[in-house]
């Protein structure tokens, strides 16, 4: 109850010391952190969302495919976008907030596939499949130049998880909590039970969400963003928005 209280006369201030404004952030589908059919759009959106509304800002959110998305935002045709990992690309093109989320990657693959690894020299001649638009970090970017494995693009997670079940591809790599998430939504019950992850991780990166240099309130809304995600972080809401992640709150509707 007093963390509530908390949070409701931060809100009151925040609109006597800004007044109510809005920004327009694009969005994509990676459930449960971010997605159109998941309660307010996912954890991630979420938190954007609750750190803004404590400095006076409504957010309008638009959806689409992952390098549309970035591109809009990079351009300055929607203010910014949510969320992404901290990359050369994304430092050059925008303004970066604090860290929203951590994550890592995991390898998926069919539990019919024995598979273990140590280095990304071990999987030299697999096929891997991958999703248009996303940055899956230097390591495995630098095995994929060095052409240690094949990869197979395609537009979205979902497909990838059927081109295991045929056997298109060996691995996917994704988020643990996003790749199950994935799963249990789009395939069916036998279909889910095929899959597994193997535990090693790579690719660990904060997210950020990412704000154009290209929108003329850019920097200034970084510092009020900022400025919201470090009350809701010290409220402890965040952690407690978390534990509804985990008891599937944000889980695709």
Known sequence: MVR?????????????????????????????YLSKGSYHFGLASHIVEKAFALEGID?????????????????????????WWETLETEKDFYLSDKVLDSSLVFFHLK???????????????????????????????????KIFEVLEVSTDEQLYKLLISKR??????DKVVGYAQIKNS?????????????????????HLILSKN????LTHLELFNRGLSKLRLSGEIDDMIENLEIGLYDKK
């Not at 957010?59 to 969320?83: C, M, T």
């Not at 591809?169 to 994704?174: E, G, Q």
């Not at 019950?189 to 193997?198: P, R």
């Not at 929108?215 to 850019?218: A, L, R």
């Open 4 to 32: 509530v209280l908390f949070i409701v006369l931060l809100t009151a201030l925040s609109f006597l010391n800004y007044g109510q404004d809005s920004i327009r952030l694009t969005n994509g589908e990676w459930e449960p």
């Open 59 to 83: 957010v309008e959110w638009g959806f689409f495919p992952w390098v549309r998305s970035y591109n809009l935002a990079k351009i300055g045709a929607w203010d910014g976008s949510a969320i």
């Open 112 to 146: 019919t596939f024995n598979f273990k690894w140590d280095s990304f020299e071990d999987l030299k001649g697999l096929k891997i499949g991958v999703t248009r638009g996303y940055d899956y970090g230097e390591e495995f970017t630098k095995a994929l130049k060095d």
């Open 169 to 174: 591809i060996d691995l996917m790599p994704n």
């Open 187 to 207: 395939l069916d019950i036998e279909e889910q039970l095929l899959f597994t992850n193997n535990p090693k991780t790579f690719g660990s990166r904060s997210l």
């Open 215 to 218: 929108s003329p309130k850019g």
